[in-house]
T-cell receptor
Framework: GAGVSQSPSNKVTEKGKDVELRCDPI?????LYWYRQRLGQGLEFLIY????????KSGLPSDRFSAERTGESVSTLTIQRTQQEDSAVYLC?????????????FGDGTRLSIL | GDSVTQMEGPVTLSEEAFLTINCTYT??????LFWYVQYPGEGLQLLLK?????DKGSNKGFEATYRKETTSFHLEKGSVQVSDSAVYFC?????????????FGTGTRLKVLA
């Protein structure tokens, strides 16, 4: 597709369940980023991929959070044993390189609600 | 570490008013600076960028100048429209140990009244 695609767009689940969020970046974009945006707050960096490797995982809030990327394309963010504080919009972005002047292109996000 | 500080919102203006949204940053090295916009119900979009000191980014009537001496990248528009109502995020892209990371401000909500 032309833009970054995320699925599902909305996810409601019970506390304690595992969830998997998917991101399809723009074709050819080597860099991929995950962010979390809590209600009324700014973007919180989670993890960055260059190709299939993740040189920066510093933003993952706990070991319940993990992410992988395969084929230098699709990425999945997995949250295990979800907690209510995990409720947020999870945004994925991709860019064509790691150079600092390459802007990021964002998906519409997955709105996650933990009951 | 690197950080971005934006003025808190919401900012409420009448149509055709002058807009300034302040953004200052702290960073090692020479980061690139960006403004992103999030319209209601939509995803984040790049509004403008500047990659070095004294560069001016501009788009859709918005401007921002990279001021190294004051570590600022304030967003301005001479005459806002109702359609400019959105949340605006200032961001920098800087390098930490060779890895470029994007740091976003907390966002400033702009509401323009007809």
């Amino acid at each position: 597709g032309a833009g970054v695609s995320q699925s599902p767009s909305n996810k409601v689940t019970e506390k304690g369940k595992d969830v998997e969020l998917r991101c399809d970046p723009i074709s050819g974009h080597t860099a991929l980023y995950w962010y979390r945006q809590r209600l009324g707050q700014g973007l919180e960096f989670l993890i960055y991929f260059q190709g299939n490797s993740a040189p920066d995982k510093s933003g993952l809030p706990s070991d319940r959070f993990s992410a992988e990327r395969t084929g230098e394309s699709v990425s999945t963010l997995t949250i295990q044993r979800t907690q209510q504080e995990d409720s947020a919009v999870y945004l994925c972005a991709s860019s064509s390189g790691t150079l600092p002047n390459q802007p990021q292109h964002f998906g519409d996000g997955t709105r996650l609600s933990i009951l | 570490g690197d950080s971005v500080t934006q003025m808190e919102g919401p900012v409420t203006l009448s149509e055709e008013a002058f807009l300034t949204i302040n953004c200052t940053y702290t960073a090692t090295g020479y980061p690139s600076l960006f403004w992103y916009v999030q319209y209601p119900g939509e995803g984040l979009q790049l509004l403008l960028k500047a990659t070095k000191a004294d560069d001016k980014g501009s788009n859709k009537g918005f401007e921002a100048t990279y001021r190294k001496e004051t570590t600022s990248f304030h967003l301005e528009k001479g005459s806002v429209q109702v359609s400019d109502s959105a949340v605006y995020f200032c961001a920098l892209a800087g390098s930490t140990s060779g890895t470029y990371k994007y740091i976003f401000g907390t966002g400033t909500r702009l509401k323009v009244l007809a």
